[in-house]
C-alpha cells in the first residue's frame, strides 16, 4: 500500500511563501494521479490541486494563480508551491493518490498571520 509523508509546513506571514514536499512509497507512483488536500479547523477536507502521471495539472479557485504543483518521479515526491499566502490557507495539508485514498498520513500545518 502506497504511504504518504508530507512536510515543509510552518508559520508565515500573509503574502509569504512555502513549498511543500509529499514523499511517496510504491513502485507506481511515477503512473499515479496524486492530489494535494488540507483541511482547515471546523472544515471538512477539500482537494485544491493535482497533478497526473503525464504531468497535467489542476489548481481550485481558491488557489490559482498562487500556488503550482508539480513532481520529480525519480524522487518520488509531489511538491506544491505556495506564494501570495493569506490567512484561509491556513490549514493541515495533505497529499493522497487522486483517485483511490489510501491511508492518509500525518499532514503538515500551515499557519499563516496577519
Known amino acids: 500500500q502506497v504511504q504518504f509523508a508530507e512536510s515543509g509546513g510552518g508559520s508565515v506571514q500573509a503574502g509569504g511563501s512555502l513549498r511543500l514536499s509529499c514523499a511517496a512509497s510504491?513502485?507506481?507512483?511515477?503512473?499515479?494521479?496524486i492530489a494535494w488536500y488540507r483541511q482547515a479547523p471546523g472544515l471538512q477536507r477539500e482537494m485544491i490541486a493535482y497533478?497526473?502521471?503525464?504531468?497535467?495539472?489542476y489548481l481550485s479557485d481558491s488557489v490559482k494563480g498562487r500556488f503550482a504543483i508539480d513532481r520529480d518521479n525519480a524522487k518520488n515526491t509531489v511538491y506544491l508551491q505556495m506564494s501570495s499566502l493569506k490567512v484561509e490557507d491556513a490549514a493541515v495539508y495533505y497529499c493522497?493518490?487522486?483517485?483511490?485514498?489510501?491511508?492518509w498520513g500525518r499532514g503538515t500545518l500551515v499557519t499563516v498571520s496577519s
Open positions: 493522497n493518490d487522486l483517485h483511490r485514498i489510501t491511508a
Open positions: 510504491g513502485s507506481t507512483f511515477s503512473r499515479d494521479d
Open positions: 497533478i497526473t502521471s503525464r504531468g497535467s495539472t
